[in-house]
């Protein structure tokens, strides 16, 4: 009877226990919980500093933090001071709810609510009014919290939600909030008042009520004590710490590119970026102090960039993040803006990589009379015979007009967007050669990936922002040839930091300026780094006069100055020699070519491969062989002839002569020009004189208007001819104004149409109109 009676009892005890755990289950499918509230995305620099945090969808500041980043002694203050049976009661303690109702009764107010850790976590799911009625549901709550949830998982969420004051929520939030540093660097004194602030987070607020606030941590302190968690020692030193707040507020450093990385996850929790956070401060201190210098409608854009990796260190997108005038939240690091004379530097390495050219090659920096676009040189100067090195350094134009009509256009377009290039604007779809000249559109980032190449032997590596990104490295030229035209770069005679420092300068640079003064440009690449700045107007607006060399380049050198590097060079390749060169020929100066009085001007060239090609026409539709030209000589009077006209007289001799391109004329000396190395023809042979190139006006185009601003002089109009033979009479709308060797000046004192003409000495003539307007 007994046993019997036992069986049913224990039977009637599981089908109760069945049925409740249906019913439990039943309420845990019809009343879930509530989701956890969605915390702040952080975005972080290298070290885990944050630099800008972006709050979830109920505004409130909440870091996302896990068990392992938070000081020990915070969690051994929270549960001794907060909930000490954490780890063993089911969600509810009941001794402590006990407790609570007695000491509410005793008192007649509401002095205890004997909540567990669990249930706190419960009421900041699912609030509720501090009721009866609402403790019974936030106990429910946390039994079903329990059932759900891991103790570490629940201490996780209350670490997160808790309430630390105003729009602070998490431990994370607040310790950088009120003490600037992340929870796992929290001390003693520190950790307790964070484990008592979300009791009453308004009335204990340390920034509001510092009083209040430090007698609420002394009393956890001293509930260690009491509790013999902590030695005596302890507990004073961590009484006597001062109240230290700093009220940072939330991170804002690197905004833009925080933004940045924001938009492309924005349902990440925590995005680890590959800022330096050191780095990222001095470059926003040099652009704080830098912008004084600009317009209050410029801004300016720094990225510097890790060449091992492509890891970008430092990022500034413009030069006040908060300014409306300076359009300061527009990223112009990703801006499709006029890359300038900054593309040049591609252009002449992949010339050497081609063999077209080599370090020294001399190019004609002359006006351009035998192609309809004639661009002119920053400076409204030309210099004749230019070496690649000289063009390169000191940016000119013309001759890399010269040397781009060579390589082609769209076969340079089509290698630096396999290298990786971004091209945008009419420039890009039908290139042409004015994209030397800044005819495209690219952005910053991109421009920081091409100038990698320079010193990663010749492979771009594209720039990362996140520590998640793959590598995305580029072809861009040989090795041989990345680092020679970084040695040209590096090499700059403008700034050479060595002459005013201690330390080596190991860095290569280029500057460049739109047409208008539109963008102002400055890229260096160490072997270490490789930093972009852009400075400029956001609407695309004229700066006049603020070209790259004093609007940008003071700031790269700063930047450059502030890096962490060693100042070693970049080692020379195998590829690479050092060897003598002739001009004009450009070619070994041991060649049988260069002989007999051809090496005109000896250079010591680096070659690529040991290739010195031969020196380049005007254009390319001229024979590259004219420069070499074969004559003969008359033995006995030692003059030039030719079989033709000489038939039967003597036994002529060859020989080669060694000529400049003839647009060159101008600028070289008496004894180097082609009519002085050219012996005197023969009597025999005057025939041939018609063999003589003919003259031609170059200084001006035909039909060129000309318009000088207010003139406080007579304008002068500088008169200048190529080709021809022996002096040059000079004509203005039919009148005789004088002779020359080859250019001539001529004032001109109103505004009119004037026919300018030329005749050499064999007769030769060229003519064309300009009109002049005063």
Request: aromatic content about 8%; proline content about 7%; hydrophobic content about 40%.
């Amino acid at each position: 009877m007994y046993l019997r009676r036992l069986r049913r009892w224990v039977e009637r005890c599981a089908l109760s226990l069945v049925v409740l755990v249906l019913i439990a289950w039943g309420l845990d499918r019809l009343y879930p919980l509530a989701d956890v509230p969605a915390v702040s995305t952080l975005v972080l620099a290298e070290d885990g500093t944050p630099l800008r945090a972006f709050p979830g969808e109920d505004g409130q500041w909440r870091y996302p933090i896990q068990l392992d980043q938070v000081a020990p002694q915070y969690i051994d203050l929270l549960l001794a001071y907060e909930d000490r049976w954490f780890y063993y009661h089911p969600g509810v303690n009941p001794i402590a709810l006990v407790r609570a109702l007695w000491q509410n009764a005793y008192t007649g107010k509401v002095v205890s609510g004997g909540s567990t850790l669990t249930m706190q976590v419960a009421r900041l799911l699912h609030p509720h009014e501090r009721t009866y009625s609402g403790k019974l549901q936030q106990i429910l709550r946390a039994l079903q919290i329990e059932w759900h949830f891991s103790k570490q998982d629940i201490l996780r969420q209350y670490l997160n939600l808790a309430p630390f004051g105003g729009i602070l929520s998490g431990v994370q939030a607040a310790s950088y909030h009120y003490f600037g540093k992340p929870a796992n660097r929290l001390s003693d004194a520190e950790a307790a008042l964070l484990a008592v602030l979300p009791q009453r987070p308004s009335h204990l607020r340390p920034d509001r009520h510092p009083a209040r606030a430090k007698a609420a941590r002394n009393k956890v302190l001293q509930r260690m004590a009491d509790l013999q968690i902590w030695r005596a020692d302890r507990v004073n030193d961590a009484l006597w710490e001062p109240l230290n707040i700093t009220t940072q507020g939330t991170p804002i450093v690197a905004p833009i590119v925080s933004r940045r990385l924001y938009q492309a996850c924005p349902e990440c929790e925590v995005i680890h970026s590959t800022i330096d956070y050191e780095l990222q401060l001095t470059l926003e201190g040099l652009t704080e102090q830098f912008r004084h210098q600009l317009s209050d409608q410029q801004s300016l854009a720094i990225v510097v960039m890790n060449n091992r990796d492509g890891a970008i260190k430092g990022y500034v997108g413009s030069a006040d993040f908060w300014s409306q005038s300076r359009s300061g939240q527009v990223d112009m690091v990703r801006a499709v803006r006029s890359p300038g004379s900054t593309l040049k530097p591609f252009l002449y390495g992949m010339a050497i990589d081609d063999g077209l050219i080599h370090a020294q090659s001399m190019l004609i920096d002359a006006p351009r009379r035998r192609s309809e676009y004639r661009p002119r040189n920053f400076t409204d100067q030309f210099n004749g015979p230019i070496s690649v090195t000289q063009a390169l350094q000191r940016s000119l134009n013309v001759p890399a007009v010269q040397l781009l009509e060579f390589f082609g256009s769209g076969r340079f377009l089509s290698r630096l967007q396999n290298a990786g290039l971004s091209a945008y604007g009419p420039g890009a779809i039908q290139p042409n050669i004015s994209m030397i000249l800044g005819g495209v559109g690219v952005r910053l980032e991109d421009m920081l990936s091409l100038y990698s190449g320079l010193a990663r032997e010749g492979v771009a590596i594209y720039p990362r922002l996140t520590q998640e990104e793959p590598r995305a490295e580029r072809y861009l030229m040989s090795p041989g040839a990345a680092w020679i035209t970084w040695d040209i770069l590096a090499q700059h005679p403008y700034r050479r930091l060595q002459d005013k420092t201690q330390q080596g300068w190991n860095l290569a640079w280029k500057t460049g300026t739109s047409y208008g003064y539109r963008e102002a440009w400055a890229l260096g690449v160490s072997p270490e780094w490789t930093i972009g700045v852009w400075v400029g107007r956001p609407d695309g607006s004229p700066s006049p006069g603020r070209h790259g060399r004093i609007a940008a380049a003071p700031l790269l050198f700063r930047v450059h100055a502030a890096l962490r590097q060693s100042h070693e060079r970049l080692p020379q390749p195998q590829s690479v020699s050092e060897q003598l060169i002739c001009w004009p020929l450009g070619t070994h100066a041991r060649r049988g070519e260069n002989q007999m009085g051809n090496c005109v001007v000896q250079r010591l060239a680096l070659l690529l491969n040991d290739v010195a090609p031969r020196t380049l026409q005007e254009v390319p539709e001229v024979s590259l062989e004219g420069l070499l030209k074969m004559i003969w000589i008359d033995p006995e009077s030692g003059l030039r002839a030719e079989p033709t006209c000489f038939q039967g007289k003597a036994v002529l001799q060859p020989r080669s002569v060694a000529l400049w391109p003839v647009a060159l004329a101008p600028w070289l000396p008496s004894a180097w020009r082609n009519q002085s190395r050219l012996p005197t023809l023969h009597p025999d042979c005057q025939q041939l004189v018609g063999e003589q190139v003919p003259i031609r006006i170059t200084s001006w185009a035909d039909g060129a208007i000309i318009r000088v601003p207010q003139p406080d002089e007579p304008f002068s109009l500088d008169l200048i001819a190529e080709g021809g033979s022996g002096y040059r009479d000079w004509y203005v709308n039919g009148g005789y104004i004088g002779r020359s060797e080859h250019s001539l000046s001529f004032e001109v004192i109103e505004s009119g149409m004037y026919q300018i003409s030329v005749i050499d000495q064999q007769g030769s003539a060229d003519q064309l109109t300009i009109r002049v307007n005063l």
